[in-house]
């Protein structure tokens, strides 16, 4: 009896991944970063431009893009050629990500770290029971007692591999160039996609997500859990 109920629940877990979508490494490019860099906002473009969608709330986005840290039900998300897939681990064999293969294809975002570490106070205290104040929290934050890890220990292990052949395609983008120049930054995203997509739909899908839309789509919507 013990025995059937053990295969009861090995093929009730087995089951239940196939039911989830995993990435194939194949077919899929990862966009990492750290947290609250603006990851959701690249991943509302990309979702236009991979998709022809304009996603409706933050939440909608998830299937779209999907997240590696919450993976959406297989059924939910269109069946492509390629997808885009978010992640804020950072390159680190203790993580042990990706379980189903190795990365071939990465976009790295990077933004302003003073920025990123006011928005992720913000964040943390709104989510969680975080007790600190912002002082308390920078220590923390430098010292890597914020999940994933520190800030430098997440850019360093994605960003030192520039400096010899890295074993993957690797293309970084700057937050900031997109809220500069989002026309341009989005034509170096399609490039990384590898799609061809006219500059009038470019400029199409750079309407659709400006700062306030995306504000409506969060009040509209979003994950429990956002990064």
């Not at 992720?120 to 104040?133: A, D, I, K, L, M």
Request: proline share 7%.
């Amino acid at each position: 009896m013990r025995w059937l109920m053990t295969r009861a629940a090995t093929l009730r877990q087995r089951f239940q991944q196939r039911e989830r979508f995993w990435p194939d490494p194949a077919h899929t490019i990862f966009l990492v970063s750290y947290p609250r860099s603006g990851t959701t906002w690249i991943c509302c473009i990309a979702a236009e431009l991979l998709f022809k969608v304009s996603p409706r709330n933050l939440a909608e986005i998830h299937a779209f893009v999907p997240d590696v840290h919450d993976l959406p039900e297989k059924s939910a998300v269109p069946v492509a050629s390629r997808y885009l897939v978010k992640s804020h681990f950072p390159l680190n064999p203790v993580h042990g990500f990706p379980p189903y293969g190795d990365y071939r294809n990465v976009i790295y975002l990077i933004r302003d770290p003073r920025d990123v570490l006011l928005s992720h106070h913000r964040y943390v205290r709104s989510t969680t029971n975080y007790p600190g104040e912002l002082k308390e929290f920078a220590t923390d934050w430098i010292a890597g007692r914020i999940w994933p890890c520190s800030w430098e220990e997440h850019v360093n292990s994605w960003l030192g591999l520039r400096l010899r052949s890295a074993p993957f395609e690797l293309t970084l983008l700057h937050y900031e160039d997109f809220v500069a120049n989002p026309i341009g930054q989005t034509v170096l995203l399609t490039k990384a996609l590898g799609l061809e997509v006219g500059l009038r739909r470019i400029e199409q899908i750079v309407a659709d997500t400006t700062p306030n839309s995306m504000r409506e789509r969060e009040r509209k919507g979003k994950k429990k859990t956002m990064h």
